[in-house]
C-alpha cells in the first residue's frame, strides 16, 4: 500500500512563499514520475509540476518561473517550492505518484493565498 503524506499548506498574503512537501512509504524512484496537482473550488483538478525518476520536470503556464519541485531521495519526499504566490493559486494541493501498477494520491493540503 502506497503512501504519500502532504504537509506545509496553510494561509499567506499575495507575494509570499510556502514549501510543500510529499513524504513517500517506499523509495521515490520506484514511480516513474511524481508530482503535484491542485483543485479550487469548481474547477477541475490540474498538473501544477512533476518530476520523472530521470529528473525531467514539466511545470504548468500559469506557475513556471514561480513553482519549483525538487525531491531528497534519502528522505523519499517531493517538494514543491511555491513563491510570488497569487490569490489564484488557492487550491487544495495533492501530491501523485505513479508506476506501472497504479496511480496513487495523498490527502491534499490546503494553500490559502489572501490579496
Known amino acids: 500500500q502506497v503512501q504519500l503524506v502532504e504537509s506545509g499548506g496553510g494561509l499567506v498574503q499575495a507575494g509570499g512563499s510556502l514549501r510543500l512537501s510529499c513524504a513517500a512509504s517506499r523509495s521515490i524512484f520506484s514511480f516513474n514520475v511524481m508530482g503535484w496537482y491542485r483543485q479550487a473550488p469548481g474547477k477541475q483538478r490540474e498538473l501544477v509540476a512533476r518530476i520523472t525518476s530521470g529528473g525531467r520536470t514539466n511545470y504548468a503556464n500559469s506557475v513556471k518561473d514561480r513553482f519549483t519541485i525538487s525531491r531528497d531521495s534519502a528522505k523519499n519526499t517531493v517538494y514543491l517550492q511555491m513563491n510570488s504566490l497569487k490569490p489564484e493559486d488557492t487550491a487544495v494541493y495533492y501530491c501523485?505518484?505513479?508506476?506501472?501498477?497504479?496511480?496513487?494520491w495523498g490527502q491534499g493540503t490546503q494553500v490559502t493565498v489572501a490579496s
Open positions: 501523485n505518484a505513479a508506476d506501472l501498477y497504479g496511480n496513487y
